[in-house]
């Protein structure tokens, strides 16, 4: 079994709300994402990757900020990691 | 052409302190990129960090003779100021079917001075079309906290720059901004001089202020961009009137009241 990953960051806390970002890692091989190689992401939310048999393993942990820095800006907060798994 | 530094408008910086990055299409002549195309090929000499600017570079350069056009050098002292100090400067080369773009990155290390930026002049001195690794940038992206390449994991986000231009073309950006060399597909090489410039004077008014009050400038810092979060865009607003202020000296602009409404602290002010 060889793993596909699909990295989706989205609006909101919430599975559907909508892509804002995305990144794709290929373990079968077959194709080679990288940064930049797209203007559009594969999906429209995170619910239309689950619709499509990604399966969702992870999600960003809900952290309030630290103290003092309330309204700095950084990483994308909204990451959820999904895969599909494919037979060798 | 105008021999007079063309100076940047309000409405322009304001864009600038919103998304991070001028743009520039095509304002530097055929003469100077063909020589500076065959001045990167061969490579340049190293310029000491902290070198003014003023004495950087021989006349007969094209580094000199691209720095003097009016409408770059109009835009580099608007940000700036004058007499900035090199940094340090660089070609940059995304080689022939290179296979691999770089991780979205911000150079250097995290910067976040609240009152000072250094900005990095970024030259093409021909043509980059759409498969020649132009450079990936991310508008907006600049006050963003992260170090280096920690934000390489993001391969893709709405909005983004894939940079296609016409040759003599300049991107201004602040030292913030995220940004990566794209995989370059095609059999030829794709030149890039870039140029990081650090301000020896206070970073305020230093543009043509006519156009101040212009409603378009809060237009421009009051701009959503299509990859934020729906709540952290508001902070995004939030920590550009900051900058405003920082570049304005006006410590009572503010954009639809973010910053005003949670600086309101009247037990405090009670006791000032």
Redesign the interface.
């Known amino acids: 079994m060889r793993q596909q990953v699909l990295v989706l960051y989205l609006s909101t806390s919430t599975l559907d709300s909508h892509v804002v970002g995305w990144s794709q890692y290929d373990g079968t091989g077959r194709t080679h994402p990288t940064t930049g190689d797209s203007d559009e992401p594969p999906y429209p939310t995170g619910l239309a990757a689950l619709l499509d048999g990604w399966r969702l393993f992870q999600a960003s942990q809900l952290l309030p900020p630290q103290a003092g820095h309330e309204y700095d800006v950084s990483f994308l907060k909204h990451e959820f990691f999904f895969e599909k798994l494919e037979d060798d | 052409m105008s021999t007079s530094k063309q100076l940047l408008t309000s409405v322009q910086v304001a864009r600038f302190v919103a998304q991070g990055f001028l743009r520039l299409d095509g304002v530097v002549p055929q003469e100077i990129n063909e020589r500076a195309i065959a001045t990167l090929t061969e490579g340049l000499p190293d310029v000491a960090y902290g070198t003014p600017l003023g004495g950087a570079f021989a006349p007969d350069t094209f580094v000199h003779e691209l720095l003097a056009l009016p409408v770059v050098a109009g835009a580099v002292e608007s940000l700036v100021g004058p007499d900035p100090t090199v940094d340090h400067h660089a070609v940059h080369v995304r080689w022939p079917h290179e296979?691999?773009?770089?991780?979205?990155h911000g150079d250097a290390i995290i910067d976040v001075r609240p009152d000072a930026f250094d900005i990095q002049l970024m030259y093409y001195p021909h043509e980059v079309t759409a498969d020649m690794g132009g450079t990936?940038s991310v508008p907006g992206s600049h006050?963003?906290?992260?170090n280096e390449t920690?934000?390489?994991?993001?391969?893709?986000?709405?909005g983004?720059t894939?940079l296609t231009c016409p040759a003599g073309t300049v991107v201004l950006v602040h030292h913030g901004i995220w940004h990566?060399g794209?995989?370059n597909d095609t059999a030829n090489r794709r030149y890039m001089y870039k140029l990081r410039l650090n301000p020896t004077v206070p970073q305020v008014r230093l543009w043509d202020l006519s156009d101040l009050h212009d409603p378009a400038v809060t237009a421009e810092l009051n701009t959503y961009l299509?990859?934020?979060?729906?709540?952290?865009g508001r902070?995004?607003i939030?920590?550009r009137v900051l900058l405003w202020r920082a570049l304005t000296g006006d410590d009572s602009f503010d954009v639809e009241y973010w910053v005003t409404r949670?600086s309101n602290r009247p037990t405090l002010g009670s006791h000032a």
């Open positions: 296979g691999e773009a770089q991780p979205l990936l006050l963003r906290r992260i920690d934000v390489g994991r993001v391969q893709n986000l709405r983004q894939r990566s794209r995989r299509p990859w934020y979060e729906q709540a952290t902070l995004e939030y920590n949670v």
